[in-house]
């Protein structure tokens, strides 16, 4: 509680009369959510903080061992690669999957006929768990009874894809499986357009915009924070994707669709704890970094209205 | 607004709870689990004792659960599940077993978080994850000494010496130990496959050769169980491959860059080029099998166990014409059985059970282990045991079962058993990685040197 | 010109409606069809529809799980977590949105980050607390564990919801003497209906689908969740195609036949939201 009463430091926080009033409740409310990362993120993160430093089997006591996990994470070549790959999905998701998101999310805004049927079944794909997509999907790529390989074959009948077992085919049927599924997207850009004050367009309108002037001098502006928000939760979940991965290709083939967590949980299979957690901890770092730098380039601390 | 109160109730309490438990986690568990969890096996010995007390009072009752995966619809528990109901009614009124069903794929996870806080069941499985076995298992104590037992069971005289001597850590014996090996060979649909000899009687090169056009079921996926298995055989037939594989068991090995290996992946490369089923690039075991089993392929590699998928009530697994009756057993080529003898057993005990629990669980290691039910086991998954005199009865059961009387006639002096090559590869490399790059030395990505290369480095990366 | 531009749009339009729906539904459609097919057919021909029609891969599971109970635990443990949680990462996302305090920054990105704590180093501490609370095999401890779920998605996604309320609808508040409760409670809530039904619907949908905690948390065949089940399905009948397809199609129908239900509701309750601002 002695928080409160402490001068503000800085100037980014420059709290009013009214605000400072508030503070009890501010941090009242806070509170819950202050609870549940204590309860069950605080401790884990520590460890994996500390003993990213060690040599841990994941029981027996943690031994010190320096840098040295960091500097075999950094030469591991499956960890170069896994960088790689992150930085291309991030670059899909940003540019493709958001897109897609938005764009859907513009043509929803206009409800042409058949939008709420479309909104309802662009969600099917989110209800059923990752572990489920990824076996389905498993099947739609397989090269013998899967449809897509099946279907390219009534027109070149010799067609042989191995989609999740050959370079480059691999990355990209990975990618395939989340590309499209853009309806948190959809979602949130959605509930910001239909805020937009209706006078807003009518002035636009009375100003002679045509109605693409309307879309990009207007409501994508207005959308600023929910597209960034999109973003945020694209990348992170593009530097957390685990199991996606692990059900269909597991990393392969050789280490082509390899991402931070699965060389985690691999460490962690051969009892190399302290290095998992060194890989956990740059995985942190780097969706820190990703975060920080969409917050600012897209001004999300700033009021939209 | 009822509604809304509710919530805001339900909010509270749950708060509530989570405040409480808050304050105990960040001031607990940063470095003293292991205290904590020492006043946690208190409080639970205490609980524990006053159940079987309770249980002791009206009549003697002494109950345990058995969380396993060999219940529901695994296939283990075709025999699993009686074998526990004729326990429970030999020993009607004392001891008592209730199963609980635990997904296969979290079974070693649970019994790790379990087994952290000393909580573990009485009963347990091994080999689900060895290496945790051995690191922190063993050396935390959280085995209960058998040797006791093991010196007085009238099943001694069954155990294999290999495995009891495996099982003999620091003067105690960890696990009850194996009675019965279950070497490994192939299965053939002698339908569509014909060989001239008995195939443990050729050499690699006349195997291939007499398959002619029809093909193996192999499998890139998880571990390439199948495909692992051969190339198990091709190493063994190498010279000094069978010196590899026996000698690495116990510390895996980094070195895959042997002149044995890299010819045995050579001969590997060619055969799943041009005699593996179509698809198996990418094909989890279940693929193997179904394509075995409709007639896709007609050699598949694997455990005696397979026998239960050819017997006549799992006529819902086959298709294209495919009959279990046409499906022979024999070893592998080179006369190899794949067979790792230095190994635990089934069962370890808990060192935090109670005296009742442990008599009951010494009742159960008996039972398992006693004539009848090795010899039922064997009948239903395979497997020999070499210190038993077999009743005349099991000699004669074996025998209509055509797989398993196969291999028992395969087996002669000449006969080598060795571990397979999963056996001497570290956990991650063994579980997945050797899977991933297979799919490349199929396609010609890498070529088996730089295949064997790429297995040391990860081998390497994961034992340091 | 102007009739063809506004029929090319319009073409346009539909063609991206058109492509949404068969990449959300075909894959569904397609495993549902194939779990009425024989493994031979699956094989030969993915297109064709069954020549006849099973329940028998439905039937055995049906008799042999008590999925009704299972289902039913699923929905408590979600429905009990998410209300909760989306009450707690309401407040917590509508102060941060919103004002100006020290320390906000670090708790924003602090609870952002939980996104990023990989799953198994979370495990064991996790474990070690429910133990202590004796909530285990007890669905509310995995209620508990849930709670915590969905922490950074939906303070992403609240956080992004209060900050299009305008501010001056909580200056206008205030003026007329609304505490700071009942600007958060009558004011905020209403109209970020959009945002917490989206960030609920998504903390819904991970716990309905939330395997690894499930499985590890509870033991008894009473406690068990749908996740649970079907993973034993899954490694049940991987050997063969038509009942492998039957056994995801249990997988994924609840969720779709739940979410259908609920969608109307969901979807009105956003609509009626349309801000004026």
């Known amino acids: 509680m002695s928080k409160i009463k402490m001068p503000d430091k800085g100037k980014r926080v420059r709290a009013s009369k009214l605000e400072r009033r508030d503070y009890k409740w501010i941090y009242l409310f806070l509170l819950p959510s202050v609870v549940m990362f204590l309860m069950f993120y605080f401790v884990p993160i520590l460890t994996m903080f500390f003993t990213s430093f060690t040599k841990w089997d994941g029981f027996n006591a943690p031994v010190f061992n320096g840098l040295d996990n960091y500097t075999r994470l950094f030469s591991n070549p499956a960890f170069v690669i896994s960088v790689r790959n992150l930085i291309a999905w991030s670059l899909i998701g940003i540019f493709l999957h958001v897109g897609f998101g938005v764009l859907v999310a513009l043509i929803l805004y206009h409800k042409p006929r058949g939008w709420k049927f479309t909104r309802a079944v662009f969600m099917i794909p989110n209800v059923i768990s990752a572990a489920a997509w990824a076996l389905i999907y498993k099947f739609i790529f397989n090269n013998e009874m899967g449809v897509l390989n099946n279907l390219i074959r009534m027109i070149s009948p010799d067609f042989n894809v191995q989609w999740f077992y050959t370079s480059p085919y691999a990355f990209w049927a990975i990618t395939f499986t989340w590309l499209f599924y853009a309806v948190i997207v959809t979602l949130v850009v959605l509930g910001d357009l239909m805020a937009i004050p209706e006078e807003l367009n009518e002035a636009a309108r009375i100003d002679g915009a045509n109605q693409w002037q309307i879309t990009t001098r207007i409501h994508l502006p207005l959308c600023r924070n929910a597209i960034g928000t999109s973003i945020i939760c694209t990348v992170t979940s593009r530097v957390a994707m685990y199991e996606a991965i692990q059900l269909t290709t597991a990393g392969g083939p050789g280490d082509d669709t390899m991402n931070t967590p699965l060389i985690l949980v691999k460490a962690i299979m051969d009892m190399n704890n302290g290095y998992a957690n060194a890989a956990g901890v740059v995985m942190f770092l780097i969706g820190v970094i990703i975060m920080v730098i969409i917050n600012k380039v897209m001004k999300m601390n700033e009021p939209v209205y | ?464 | 010109m102007a009739g063809l531009k506004k029929f090319v749009t319009r073409f346009f339009m539909y063609l991206v409606l058109v492509f949404t729906v068969v990449v959300s539904v075909f894959p569904i459609l397609w495993v549902i069809i194939s779990s009425f097919k024989t493994n031979a057919q699956i094989l030969s021909s993915p297109f064709t529809l069954p020549t006849s029609i099973s329940f028998d891969a439905y039937a055995y599971l049906f008799t042999k799980y008590n999925f009704l109970g299972y289902a039913l635990n699923s929905l408590i443990v979600s429905v009990v977590s998410t209300f909760v949680s989306l009450l707690f990462y309401a407040m917590g996302a509508y102060v941060i949105a919103k004002f100006n305090f020290p320390g906000k920054n670090l708790f924003y990105v602090l609870f952002a980050m939980t996104l990023l704590v990989p799953g198994q180093s979370k495990a064991q501490p996790i474990f070690a607390l429910i133990m202590n609370l004796n909530l285990y095999d007890n669905i509310w401890g995995l209620t508990l564990v849930y709670l915590s779920g969905g922490m950074a998605m939906s303070m992403f996604i609240l956080k992004a919801a209060f900050m299009s309320v305008p501010k001056s609808l909580d200056e206008a508040a205030e003026l007329e003497g609304a505490g700071f409760f009942r600007r958060f409670w009558s004011i905020n809530l209403p109209l970020t209906k959009s945002g917490l039904s989206t960030a609920g619907i998504l903390m819904f949908l991970g716990n309905w689908n939330e395997y690894f905690y499930a499985s590890l948390l509870t033991s008894s065949d009473k406690n068990r969740t749908l996740p649970i089940a079907l993973q034993f399905f899954n490694e049940a009948f991987s050997y063969d195609y038509t009942k492998l397809f039957a056994a995801l199609t249990v997988v994924v129908l609840p969720g779709i036949i739940l979410y259908a239900c609920a969608q109307e509701q969901v979807q009105a309750s956003v609509a009626a939201s349309g801000v004026k601002g």
């Open chain 2, 1 to 464: 607004m009822k509604k809304l109160l509710a919530l805001v109730m339900a909010a509270a309490l749950v708060f509530s709870m989570a405040a409480c438990a808050g304050n105990n986690t960040s001031s607990g568990s940063k470095e003293s689990s292991k205290t904590e969890s020492k006043t946690e096996s208190k409080t639970e010995s205490k609980t524990e004792e006053s159940k079987t007390s309770e249980g002791g009072d009206s009549g003697k009752l002494v109950e345990i659960n058995l969380p396993t995966f060999k219940a529901g619809e695994n296939v283990g528990a075709v025999f699993f599940l009686p074998q526990v109901e004729r326990f429970n009614k030999m020993y009607e009124g004392k001891y008592k077993i209730n199963i609980e069903e635990v997904p296969q794929a979290s079974y070693s996870e649970k019994i790790k978080q379990l087994a952290q806080q000393k909580k573990m069941p009485v009963l347990m499985h091994t080999g689900v994850d060895n290496e945790w076995f051995k690191k922190v298992a063993i050396p935390n104590g959280f085995a209960y000494d058998l040797t006791d037992w093991y010196n007085n069971t009238p099943t001694k005289k069954f155990f294999i010496q290999d495995s009891v001597e495996y099982s003999t850590r620091d003067g105690k014996l960890v696990t009850a130990p194996a009675a019965v090996t279950r070497p490994m060979g192939l299965f053939y649909n002698s339908d569509l496959y014909k060989p001239e000899k008995a195939v443990h009687d050729m050499t690699v090169d006349e195997f291939i050769a007499s398959l002619g056009d029809s093909k193996i079921a192999f499998q890139t996926a998880d571990n390439a169980w199948c495909s692992m298995l051969f190339l198990s055989d091709l190493v063994a037939n190498e010279e000094g491959g069978i010196e590899i594989l026996k000698n690495n068991v116990d510390d895996k090995t980094s070195d895959f860059n042997q002149p044995a290996i890299v010819n045995a992946v050579t001969k590997l490369q060619k055969i799943l080029q041009e005699n593996a089923s179509a698809n198996s690039v990418g094909a989890a075991y279940a693929d193997a099998a179904n394509n075995f089993m409709s007639e896709g392929s007609v050699v598949i590699l694997n455990g005696p166990w397979m026998s239960a998928d050819f017997a006549p009530d799992s006529s819902d697994k086959w298709s294209n014409n495919f009959d279990g009756a046409n499906v022979h057993a024999d070893l592998l080529p080179g006369n190899i059985g794949l067979a790792n003898t230095r190994g635990w057993g089934e069962w370890w005990v808990s060192a935090y059970a109670t005296d009742e629990e442990i008599e009951l669980a010494k009742a159960w290691l008996d039972f398992v282990n006693s004539q009848e039910e090795l010899e039922a086991y064997m009948l239903a998954e395979g497997g020999s045991c070499p210190n038993m005199e077999y009743s005349e009865n099991f000699l004669a059961k074996q025998g209509e079962t055509q797989v398993l009387a196969d291999l028992s006639a395969a087996i002669n002096d000449k006969t080598q058993f060795t571990p397979s090559i999963l056996d001497i590869m570290p956990t991650s490399v063994g579980e997945t990685e050797v899977g991933k790059m297979l799919p490349q030395l199929i396609d010609g990505t890498l070529t088996p040197e730089q295949f064997c290369e790429q297995l040391s480095a990860k081998a390497a990366d994961a034992l340091a």
